[in-house]
């Protein structure tokens, strides 16, 4: 089993649409965690943490549940600008990526 | 602030050389990583060093080494290069040590590798 483990997608949603998905992760032991975003050919960048009680940054929303082993990501109102992948870390000593979940918002 | 910094950008080499990669982290982070990615795939986890030591391997062969000097920059070096080692070589840095670390990555632009 993969350590950190994402929904390839693509998610191909309308602009304005909400598009959420999850990624699972192996190492209980496992203490923080991240969504990086990921555009075409560029260093992936920090999204945002990932908070035990779930935190908000503007339109995104992270989800931690530690009993079933998962993160999720929700963004909210899409723009044309959330196309990118999506990175899942998981930082079980020695910060684990997931694959990376593609988003493509379309007008 | 300068972010980390990588060289070279570009690297062309044939199958059984060798080549090595520099990393220099944010001013002020210890923690160096390195990650592999290939065309199309996630970032395999390479190494990870912090405070001159090396904390963690990932599932690479020993010919995947590297080392952090006391100025925290950092090389990854890549012995008797194979065709499948053609990837993007991608640094990051961070200020956080330990599995109790919330301290994000910050990447560099990172080193294409093209092995032919």
């Known amino acids: 089993r993969k350590e950190v483990e994402q929904d390839p997608g693509p998610f191909n949603v309308p602009e304005g649409a909400t598009v959420a998905f999850n990624c699972t992760y192996s190492n209980s032991a496992s203490q923080s965690f991240f969504w990086y975003r990921q555009d075409c050919r560029k260093e992936p960048k920090l999204l945002m943490s990932v908070y035990s009680s779930g935190n908000e940054d503007g339109r995104f929303t992270a989800q931690l549940n530690r009993a079933s082993q998962y993160i999720s990501l929700l963004i909210r109102d899409s723009k044309l600008s959330d196309s990118a992948t999506y990175l899942c870390v998981v930082n079980d000593y020695k910060l684990s990526f997931g694959a990376g979940t593609t988003v493509t918002v379309r007008a | 602030e300068a972010g980390v910094t990588q060289s070279p950008t570009h690297l062309i080499k044939t199958r059984g050389q060798q080549v090595t990669l520099r990393c220099s982290p944010i001013s002020g982070h210890t923690s160096v990583y390195w990650y592999q990615q290939a065309l199309g795939l996630g970032l395999q986890f390479l190494l990870w060093y912090d405070e001159g030591e090396e904390r963690n391997r990932g599932n690479f062969p020993p010919r995947f080494s590297g080392r952090q000097f006391p100025n925290y920059s950092s090389e990854l070096n890549v012995n008797a290069l194979e065709l499948e080692d053609s990837a993007l070589y991608l640094c990051?840095?961070?200020?956080?040590?330990?599995?109790?670390?919330?301290?994000?990555?910050?990447f560099g632009n990172g080193t294409r590798l093209t092995v032919t």
């Open positions: 990051a840095s961070s200020n956080s040590v330990g599995a109790n670390g919330n301290s994000p990555l910050h």
